[in-house]
């Protein structure tokens, strides 16, 4: 009975398509609006280290004025990075498993031996070696540096698989030189594809930019005295001359993450940085009440509002225009159907149950919900290709895949059978007399 | 097969009540062929509503085939219209975008027949009104008289006990009206009870017994007479 009924649906579509039309068109707008921006906050929202959700920890602590909290619209919360100083005296503690300092710094890259290539600029990730496995980065060649080379800071770097291609023609480049800056630096590793979205690892600067496109040690950026290419903030009133004052100043500029394995190590790890501040109190710092936090990836992802209210707020409204969208269909389909009465007279009068009538129509309002998932599916690939040309940052955030491929059927198909069952069941009330004489 | 005791309907709206049937009664036997007159708006079309099922009605017993009706559901009373009630209508009433074939199918397939059964009957049905070679036309392309035949032919594809036919050559000019008539006559004679709604004198002689409704009431019934059908068409 269900072909049959397909059959009819698609004969009944046929037979008014400006209707049909009309209708894919009002489900698959609305499907395709709320799919472009659900797309946009489900890919803002994922938190792509959920798997590692319980064991690490982004590292804060109050090192802030203590005059005014940091964020005045959030004062609970710490600075989201660390100073120098800091950062060396925790990073001290054997308690994590695994732990990194980083931060970015910005170079030029000679690409002498690679023919038509100008220098160009890069954005460079200095940081300790354990960044590699703490965040799961694959490499596609080589590996990350040693200790001796972390400690040292040896002029040695990992490449992104893109800067690969730009630089090496994406062949194994490890044992190759780069030269940054005008310095020379050996290449040990090269990245497969690795995009974290949002990037969680660092959210002071673009939460959904890019990944860097070369890692290196972090000691290279303290000894060759790199400044900072991201932000770095701040509070005490004094003028910093050298590096090394900049190094012992009260700026946060450090990202800070620990891997800690279970409750006991982070409440120990929590002890040991409560500790710190207060032996720093003594010394004139922290003038704050202590507040250092150890932040999971969700609640990191939180407190640094990657998703934005406003993106919330949008979600909403598409899902109010699919609404919308819904309730002119409900009203072309009641004339549809109503228009149809005296044959669904006929069909009840010759034998057909209300529950065949319904399943008839309804059948007929999924197949409006499939075409407008269809419709859906196009109208949200042209929204988010919109997107993406309008903001290049959020490139990596607007690409449709295909589990939302199948949300946009399952939600146009679930819309058109919720805006068919008024429409189906005032035709299932059909009283079958009333249309045989006059049809 | 049929039978109507002290039936009533009354149709109700804010301002008014319409006695569309009073204390109605009738009886009809199995084989017959009763033909039913009355001028417009005595209820004769109200009658065959409430003998299809295709409406309720307020008072009075009716009992098809041996089952009281009057309290069954819905869904009951769509299923003896599928089984034992085949309906043939003024208007031919068939599916403007299916063809004779599929038009015909309709009851069958709320009666849930494989597929080769359903497609054995429709073959069968057609070829007893001569639209066997028609299948696949759509009703648009056949003639008045070929449509009501279609529409027969969709009545009796399910093997009904009785047929109910409201004015089924009204919209026919004499000629095709003829060859209808003859084909109930001879559907008649297979077996199949039959109830037919005319203004028609002429179609109502062919008939063994005539009913006259006026007011919602039965003024007049000829007795069963069981005449032989060839000579009453011979008569007609």
């Known amino acids: ?79 989201n990075q660390v100073t120098y100083r800091d950062a060396m005296a925790v990073f001290e503690s054997d308690i994590p498993t695994r732990k990194v300092v980083m931060r970015k710094a910005s170079f030029v890259l000679d690409p002498a031996h690679a023919e038509g290539l100008k220098p ?86 673009g939460a959904f930019d890019w990944p860097e496109e070369v890692f290196m040690p972090f000691e290279i950026g303290i000894r060759q005295e790199l400044p900072s290419s991201g932000n770095v903030q701040c509070w005490r009133n004094q003028t910093l001359n050298t590096f090394g004052e900049f190094l012992q100043s ?25 500790n710190y501040a207060r032996e720093q109190k003594k010394l004139g710092r922290f003038e704050r009440p202590i507040n250092n936090r150890l932040s999971r990836p969700d609640e990191w992802m939180k407190a640094n509002e990657v998703v934005r209210d406003d993106n919330r707020v949008l979600v909403g409204l598409s899902f109010m225009f699919l609404a919308v969208c819904l309730l002119n269909m409900i009203g072309l389909l009641l ?19 209300r529950g065949e009538i319904f399943k008839q129509h309804l059948v007929e309002v999924g197949l409006i919900g499939l075409g407008g998932g269809v419709a859906g599916i196009v109208i949200a690939a042209l929204g988010l290709l919109g997107i993406r040309r309008m903001y290049e940052n959020y490139d990596a955030l607007t690409r449709l895949d295909v589990s939302m491929g199948l949300i946009a059927l399952g939600l146009a198909l679930l819309s058109g059978l919720l805006a068919g069952l008024y429409p189906t069941w005032r035709v299932c009330n059909t009283q079958p007399a009333r249309y045989l004489k006059t049809q | 097969m049929l039978q109507m005791q002290s039936v009533s309907k009354v149709y109700r709206t804010d301002l008014i009540e319409t006695h569309a049937l009073r204390e109605f009664s009738l009886s009809v036997k199995e084989g017959e062929f009763v033909a039913v007159t009355g001028p417009s708006g005595s209820g004769k079309t109200t009658f065959l509503n409430i003998a299809g099922l295709l409406e309720t009605f307020d008072t009075g017993t009716y009992v098809l085939d041996g089952e009281n009706v009057s309290g069954l559901s819905d869904d009951q009373r769509s299923r003896i219209r599928n089984r034992k009630i085949g ?53 648009a392309q056949l003639s008045g008289g070929q449509q009501q035949r279609v529409a027969i032919a969709r009545a009796l594809a399910g093997s009904p006990r009785f047929l109910l036919a409201d004015e089924p050559t009204g919209n026919l000019d004499s000629l095709m009206a003829r060859q209808v008539v ?22 109502a002689r062919r008939a063994h017994r005539n009913v006259h409704v006026m007011d919602g009431q039965v003024t007049d019934m000829q007795p069963f007479t069981a005449k032989p059908l060839v000579a009453a068409s011979a008569v007609g």
Not at chain 1, 48 to 67: F, G, Q, R, S
Not at chain 1, 250 to 274: G, H, K, S, Y
Not at chain 2, 188 to 202: F, L
């Open chain 2, 87 to 139: 309906f043939i209508f003024q208007s031919f009433n068939l599916i403007p975008d299916l063809d004779v074939f599929d038009n015909v199918d309709v009851p069958l397939r709320y009666r849930g027949m494989s597929a080769s059964e359903r497609k054995r009957r429709i073959g069968e049905a057609l070829e007893l009104v001569g639209l066997a070679s028609r299948m696949k036309h759509i009703p």
């Open chain 1, 335 to 353: 004339a549809k159907f109503l228009g149809g009465a005296p044959v669904v007279g006929l069909r009840r009068a010759l034998g057909a149950s």
């Open chain 1, 1 to 79: 009975m269900f072909s049959y009924n397909l059959r009819l649906g698609l004969k009944s579509l046929r037979r008014t398509p400006g209707v049909a039309a009309l209708m894919i068109g009002a489900i698959g707008l609305g499907v395709g609006v709320c799919v472009t921006t659900l797309t946009v906050w489900i890919l803002m929202s994922s938190n792509p280290l959920e798997h590692k959700n319980d064991i690490l920890y982004a590292v804060t602590m109050d090192n802030w004025d203590p005059l005014q909290p940091m964020y005045p619209r959030s004062p609970e919360l710490p600075p």
């Open chain 2, 182 to 203: 003859d084909l109930l006559e001879d559907i008649n004679r297979r077996g199949t009870t039959i109830v037919m709604v005319t203004h028609d004198p002429e179609l």
């Open chain 1, 250 to 274: 009260d700026c946060v500029w450090i990202q800070f993450w620990a891997e800690l394995p279970n409750r006991e190590c982070v409440e120990r790890f929590q002890t040991f940085i409560d």
């Open chain 1, 120 to 205: 160009f600029a890069i954005v460079a990730r200095l940081a300790t070696r354990d960044f590699f496995p703490m965040f799961d980065v694959p490499f596609l060649y080589g590996g990350p540096w040693d200790e001796d080379q972390d400690r040292a800071g040896a002029p040695v770097v990992v490449l992104s698989k893109d800067i690969n291609r730009k630089v090496f023609g994406g062949e194994d480049s490890v044992g190759r030189t780069l030269q940054l800056d005008g310095k020379d630096y050996k290449v040990i590793g090269v990245l497969d594809e690795w995009a974290p979205m949002p990037k969680v690892y660092d959210l002071t600067t």
